[in-house]
Nanobody, 123 residues
C-alpha cells in the first residue's frame, strides 16, 4: 500500500485548507484511515480517524469542531478539511492506514504511512 498526501501550504490564522491522501497498491488491505501531525520538536500526534465504511469518526479535542475527515472509497482517497486554522495547527500532516477495523489514536497501530504534507499557519 502506498499513500500520498498533498494539499498543504501556508495560510493565515482563521483560514482553511483541505488535505487529501490517495492510496494505491493493495488497497484491499485498508480499513481504518487516520491523520496525524508532527510539529517541530514534538511527537507525532493523532488528529482524526475514520473507519472503513466511513460511518465512525474520531477527533482530537484540539481540532473538534474545526476539522472534518471524510473518505471516498471508490477513489481510495481520504480528505481532511481544516477550518478556523490556528498557528498551533502548524505541523507536518501525515495520513496513515491499516487493516484494523476500529479507529486507533496510536501511531503504532498504523502499518502504512504517507510522506507528509506541511501546513503552516501564520498569525
Amino acid at each position: 500500500v502506498q499513500l500520498q498526501a498533498f494539499g498543504g501550504g501556508l495560510v493565515q490564522a482563521g483560514g482553511s485548507l483541505r488535505l487529501a491522501c490517495a492510496a494505491s497498491g493493495s488497497t484491499f488491505r485498508i480499513n481504518r484511515l487516520g491523520w496525524f501531525r508532527q510539529a517541530p520538536g514534538k511527537e507525532r500526534e493523532f488528529v482524526t480517524g475514520i473507519t472503513g465504511a466511513g460511518g465512525v469518526t474520531s477527533y482530537a479535542d484540539s481540532v473538534k469542531g474545526r476539522f472534518t475527515i471524510s473518505r471516498d472509497n471508490a477513489e481510495n482517497t481520504v480528505y481532511l478539511q481544516m477550518n478556523s486554522l490556528k498557528p498551533e495547527d502548524t505541523a507536518i500532516y501525515y495520513c496513515a492506514a491499516s487493516p484494523g477495523l476500529r479507529i486507533s489514536q496510536s501511531v503504532s497501530n498504523y502499518a502504512y504511512w504517507g510522506q507528509g504534507t506541511e501546513v503552516t499557519v501564520s498569525s
